[in-house]
């Protein structure tokens, strides 16, 4: 996050961008008929608050007396795209019984394409699916060869009129009325030291009911994509009371159950900084009062009002940590400018020929793989000549290594076996339990730097994909740490080959280097649901060999080229040469 106002999850688009706004109508003719829908989905794009969709209002009737079956299965379809969000009018269009039963929470699918037609059966809906949310509003996208969908609808007459008997569970939306009416949003919970905050992402409807369904969710715990990874202060009997209201000022009022009172001074005080970080995702809320039963609460330190920029200490995107970025170089590791080149380990040999290096979070210790890939050396920032402490050794080819908050060296050495992971720290050097990655070939890899995802890209039978696993950490040993199984991303809209080079770009968010369609070999920042990648590298006009990014904003994307050349991406999505007169390679950020 910036110091400012965040804008949803981060610097990027996270909604399915490049769609023109507009509902779909039902056509109401004879035969096999298209609903006309909006076009598939396509990356996103640099988005700020003036950016975000205006909802549209959307009114749809109700069945017509005398429709078709087509017409009133069509209406079905096109009442379920009600703004704001009501189910009265779809419910309409269904028999009593069928419209007691049909759920529409219980997921959300989103179609780009959907056409419907007679058969034997009654109507049959054919849609293209891009992605659901399920109950908590956690994105999957669909895999490719899943993504047509055959909806057959029976219908029979009530008092002389057709209506839907058999409704597919869950709700079925376009993908522009997802652009114009979800927002993603982060829930947040802390790391198991209670450290630094970790997002969660979700998508909800974005209207008046979002700030109390973001206290909901909250309150509900993490979702199953980091369940055993984070913690949270807020005890599980705890309950909202009511809806979350706001004041003309921005003074949000989160009315929860009397089981909030139980929690003790220390959880009340990590409650809060969860709430507001949540809540500050919304522009409108400034500040943060919890009341039971219409009494404010007193948070220790913060009276009974506090605001939602008042605990940026437990910033989970490096507000505090070094901003440099670094380099290799026949000098050793430098750090890069766009007006000087640096030396920080002056005289270490081992950094003029090391293969790959890591900078952790502070700015204070390098990490340096041998030229042979067998041992990784821990050198202090900054250092002239001094000798460094071997941290992993007897490897038998080491990846680029990665730092996380609690100063543990994640390394992935590449054996004739497969891949073996290692958590290490100055004293000990620890096989990490990983089970689904232990043995594969994993080519690239990064730890979030909240310290609760290892993103990996695994090739496999010569085929490459992007996988995260949450990480399980000791809270009183971090570096006792183990994986859960990982979990495969696909991304929606398009498909991405070829990658390397991985690095983490935020708390939820990272960047490869990839291709889409058989394309050149690009960046490509990609979310950890899987539900935008965002081609980032349209401007770079050098074939990229690495690829560095930092947690902050103010670290842009950093590419390597041939020749020794390194660019940076500026604010206005052109790419600047740093240090021309040296040769570089490998750059990377702190972290």
Not at 62 to 72: E, F, K, N, T, Y
Not at 307 to 332: P, W
Not at 335 to 348: A, D, E, F, H, I
Not at 445 to 464: C, L, P, Q, Y
Request: with cysteine; glycine share 10%.
């Amino acid at each position: 996050m910036s110091k400012g106002r965040p804008t949803r999850r981060g610097r990027l688009s996270r909604r399915l961008a490049g769609l023109v706004l507009g509902l779909a109508g039902c056509c109401v003719v004879s035969g096999c008929v298209s609903v006309p829908q909006s076009s598939p989905a396509s990356p996103g794009r640099s988005v700020g608050v003036q950016d975000e969709p205006q909802h549209v209002t959307n009114d749809p009737a109700g069945p017509v007396r005398g429709a078709s079956p087509l017409q009133i299965a069509e209406g079905f379809f096109g009442a379920m795209l009600a703004y704001p969000q009501t189910m009265t009018t779809a419910r309409s269009y269904l028999t009593s019984s069928a419209a007691s039963r049909w759920d529409p929470s219980d997921h959300v699918v989103v179609y780009d394409t959907l056409s419907s037609s007679l058969n034997r059966s009654g109507v049959i809906v054919d849609a293209h699916a891009l992605g659901t949310l399920d109950r908590r509003g956690s994105w999957a996208s669909v895999r490719p060869g899943r993504a047509q969908l055959g909806i057959q609808l029976r219908l029979v007459k009530v008092s002389g009129q057709w209506r839907v008997a058999n409704p597919p569970s869950g709700l079925y939306v376009d993908s522009d009325y997802f652009n114009s009416n979800y927002s993603d949003f982060s829930l947040y919970f802390f790391d198991p030291s209670r450290v630094v905050l970790a997002a969660d992402p979700v998508y909800l409807v974005d209207d008046e009911s979002a700030a109390t369904a973001l206290v909901h969710d909250l309150i509900a715990g993490p979702t199953a994509s980091l369940h055993g990874a984070v913690t949270t202060a807020i005890s599980g009997r705890t309950t909202i009371a009511a809806g979350v209201s706001t004041s003309p000022s921005g003074l949000a009022e989160v009315p929860l159950s009397e089981d909030f009172l139980k929690l003790s001074n220390d959880d009340r005080q990590f409650f809060a900084a969860q709430l507001a970080w949540t809540l500050r995702q919304l522009p409108e809320i400034h500040s943060v009062s919890i009341t039971v039963d219409g009494t404010r609460v007193d948070i220790p330190g913060f009276n009974s009002v506090f605001g939602v920029d008042e605990f940026l200490g437990y910033d989970s995107s490096g507000l505090t940590g070094d901003r440099r970025l670094f380099a290799l170089s026949s000098k050793g590791l430098v750090s890069v400018s766009s007006s000087r080149v640096t030396p920080v380990l002056s005289g270490v040999r081992a950094a003029e020929s090391a293969r790959s290096a890591a900078v952790d979070d502070n700015g204070d210790l390098a990490a340096l793989v041998s030229s042979d890939g067998t041992y990784i050396g821990v050198y202090n920032i900054p250092s002239a000549g001094a000798s460094g402490r071997e941290w992993v050794k007897g490897a038998t080819s080491l990846l680029r290594p990665s730092w996380d908050f609690r100063r543990v060296l994640w390394a992935v050495d590449q054996t004739a076996n497969g891949s073996r992971i290692y958590a290490a720290t100055a004293k000990h050097q620890r096989v990490v339990r990983a089970p689904g990655l232990a043995g594969t070939d994993i080519v690239s890899f990064g730890v979030s730097h909240d310290g609760v995802r290892f993103a990996a890209i695994v090739k496999e039978h010569g085929v490459t994909r992007l996988v995260i696993a949450v990480i399980h950490r000791d809270p009183d040993h971090p570096a006792r740490v183990s994986l859960a199984r990982p979990r495969t991303i696909l991304t929606s809209g398009v498909v991405l080959s070829d990658l390397a080079q991985l690095a983490w770009a935020g708390p939820t968010t990272v960047v490869m280097l990839a291709r889409a369609n058989n394309g050149a070999r690009q960046p490509w920042q990609v979310e950890v649901d899987g539900s935008a990648a965002t081609d980032v590298g349209e401007f770079l006009h050098v074939p990229p060999t690495s690829v560095a990014s930092g947690a902050s904003v103010d670290a842009p994307i950093a590419v390597g080229a041939p020749g020794g050349q390194i660019y940076v991406q500026q604010s206005d999505l052109q790419w600047l040469q740093l240090g021309a007169a040296t040769q570089l390679r490998s750059p990377v950020y702190a972290g």
